[in-house]
């Protein structure tokens, strides 16, 4: 018996480099999906389930503002994505947004994922996006965002934004060298938003083909 195909992106970028924006607006509630892990684990924590139970207790009381562990972040997503694939039907895309942030996230989920086709007719094609953004375009979005905003933190220097970007870089290096050539596929980040997202629906109508090309 022939099996399902749902395409897994794994799309990733800097800081502000509009991996959100662009995203959400691939989502038809059809065929692609958009998924937010962070609004994902909140809806977790806020339905009691077991592992949203698991999650509040890693990011409440002395652990608050800490990264929930990768193994957990990665199980919930993957719990989102196998809700996701048995509620519809037929080839679907399913774009993770910013996810996952760093090698062990990515290992954790790339073994969901591989446990899940061995128990069932689904092969799931994994692809991952970089969105390119230069630093020097990154560090002005910040900076504007961080003039615009209604919160003012009085950390937003360009120096600290660098070393978030530099510490941001060093996790997604990893993942990036880890990566067949053939599975990854970079976006220029620095042109229009209408830019990105048609090369992002271009990719999404025919991923086969264009994992063997560059979509600048």
């Known amino acids: 018996m022939k099996k399902r195909v749902i395409n897994i992106i794994y799309y990733i970028g800097r800081p502000c480099a509009g991996k959100t924006t662009s995203s959400k607006k691939l989502d038809n509630n059809k065929t692609s999906f958009h998924f937010s892990t962070g609004e ?10 077991e592992l949203g139970k698991i999650l509040k207790e890693q990011l409440t009381g002395k652990n608050l503002g800490k990264l929930a562990k990768p193994e957990l972040s990665s199980a919930i997503t993957f719990s989102a994505i196998k809700k996701k694939v048995e509620s519809t039907k037929g080839t679907i895309n399913i774009i993770l947004d910013g996810f996952p942030r760093d090698l062990k996230q990515k290992q954790f989920l790339d073994q969901h994922i591989l446990d899940y086709e061995k128990d069932n007719l689904v ?17 002005k979005r910040m900076l504007n965002r961080r003039d615009t905003s209604e919160v003012k933190r009085l950390d937003d220097t360009p120096e600290v934004l660098e070393s978030r970007i530099k510490i941001y870089e060093d996790e997604i290096s990893e993942i990036i060298a880890h990566t067949p050539m053939d599975k990854k596929i970079y976006i220029k980040g620095d042109g229009s938003e209408e830019y990105i997202v048609s090369k ?3 990719y999404l109508k025919q991923p086969k083909a264009n994992v063997k090309k560059n979509l600048q």
Do not use: P, Y
């Not at 994902?40 to 389930?49: H, L, P």
């Not at 991952?128 to 560090?139: A, F, G, H, R, W």
């Open 40 to 49: 994902i684990m909140r809806e977790e924590m806020k339905a009691e389930t």
């Open 200 to 202: 992002l629906k271009g």
């Open 123 to 139: 092969k799931m094609e994994k692809q991952i996006i970089i969105l390119d953004v230069s630093k020097e375009n990154i560090i």
